[in-house]
């Protein structure tokens, strides 16, 4: 595989994820990535996002599962709902001594209705997960818009207003004071673009760690990708698999469906595994970080396992390269404010920031 992934020195305790029936993942075999400041964060982790699919309680289920299964990264956000759930299910296996939670890399986000109360949210996320300290804490959208939980996609809100560089920064400073009360070890950033980013490197005390960002098969973010890695800011790829739970107003006719792909579905017929399993094999060895969200026990395990075995093979991965059809999936159109003419508005296509 040819990436910086550092398999010599692994972090991950297997002696007892031992999990029937499959058996667990070998401690050894799962690969982690350091970042700038040295943190070491496992290039797989469980999403929590159930769409509206799922309650909180079968997602705290699917957690507690995901870590006995050898699951050491969970992907949270205050948004999800499900914090106060997922924090129960984290002290059972803390304390049963499936893991310690230095073992763990538990990842949330502040919410857009939250810029100017980063501590308090960051405080309240502590209380809900039951824990001491966050791994990573991500400003979630780079828009302090809010919208109802499960609105009409073309909702716009009155108050809702496009990126403004001395707002965000306001946030971001109370970002860096988590950092330094201790109540964060890392700090990054979500859905940013490029010239988003060139403003905030320029302007941030504590450099992002990472950006959160869409990334799938037909939806590669090949120059904002390169960009991140040029700048040492790691990438954590969201929707993995395509997003297929995804909720009806994130549909549009125009979506295209990874995997169904031929090149996926060649790969995965050759190594004998699902075609979502190629989707994330692809992302760990291009060199990203994944977070596929499933609750069931055995997709779980076909995802932790996938990446740590069979590698594709360099044809597979440039074909994979090629199919790239631009597609995002999660448009964000609810963030839009009012003179925003498309979704578009929100990614800054043009190179420049979209103004109001
Ligand atoms: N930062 C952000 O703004 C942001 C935005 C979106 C998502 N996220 C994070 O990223 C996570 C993942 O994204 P996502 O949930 O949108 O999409 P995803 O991980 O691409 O897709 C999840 C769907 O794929 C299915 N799946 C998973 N593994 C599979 C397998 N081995 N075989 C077949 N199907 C499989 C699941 O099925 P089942 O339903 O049957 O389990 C689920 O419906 C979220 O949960 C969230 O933590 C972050």
Same mark, same amino acid.
């Given at each position: ?294 609750? #069931?026990? *055995? %997709?779980?395990?076909?995802?932790? /396992? !996938? ?5 594709? +093979? ?7 390269? #090629?199919? *790239? %059809?631009?597609?995002?999936?999660? /448009? !964000? ?5 009012? +003179? ?17």
């Amino acid at each position: 595989m040819k990436n910086k992934m550092d398999k010599d020195k692994n972090i991950f305790n297997d002696s007892k994820s031992k999990f029937p029936p499959f058996g667990g993942i070998k401690g050894g075999s799962v690969p982690y990535k350091t970042l700038y400041n040295g943190a070491k964060i496992p290039v797989i982790g469980l999403g929590t996002f159930g769409s509206d699919n799922y309650d909180a309680e079968t997602i705290a289920g699917a957690v507690k599962t995901a870590v006995k299964m050898g699951y050491r990264h969970i992907d949270c956000a205050s948004v999800y709902g499900n914090e106060k759930e997922i924090g129960v299910a984290l002290k059972e296996v803390i304390a049963e001594g499936v893991v310690t939670r230095e073992e763990l890399w538990i990842t949330s986000k502040v919410w857009n209705d939250k810029h100017n109360a980063v501590v308090e949210s960051c405080k309240q996320t502590l209380a809900d997960l039951q824990l001491d300290y966050l791994d990573l804490y991500l400003v979630h959208w780079p828009f302090p818009n809010y919208h109802p939980p499960k609105c009409d996609v073309n909702t716009r809100q009155d108050n809702a207003v496009p990126y403004i560089h001395e707002n965000y920064m306001k946030t971001w400073s109370q970002m860096e004071s988590l950092v330094d009360a201790g109540l964060v070890k890392s700090i990054g950033t979500s859905n940013m673009t490029i010239p988003k980013m060139k403003l905030l490197l320029r302007d941030c005390k504590i450099k992002p760690v990472v950006n959160e960002m869409e990334i799938h098969p037909h939806f590669q973010q090949p120059e904002l990708y390169k960009f991140m890695k040029d700048n040492g800011v790691e990438v954590i790829g969201y929707s993995p698999i395509g997003s297929p739970g995804r909720p009806e107003r994130d549909r549009t006719p125009e979506d295209t469906v990874d995997m169904e792909d031929p090149v996926i579905v060649a790969a995965a017929a050759r190594l004998g595994v699902h075609p979502a399993v190629v989707c994330l094999k692809w992302a760990v060895q291009r060199g990203q970080i994944t977070i596929p969200f499933s609750v #069931k026990t *055995d %997709k779980m395990f076909n995802n932790l /396992k !996938g990446i740590t075995e069979g590698p594709l +093979t360099d044809e597979e991965m440039s074909a994979i390269s #090629k199919i *790239d %059809k631009g597609c995002r999936l999660i /448009k !964000g159109q609810v963030f839009l404010w009012k +003179t925003a003419k498309s979704w578009e508005d929100l990614w800054d296509l043009s190179g420049e920031i979209t103004a109001g």
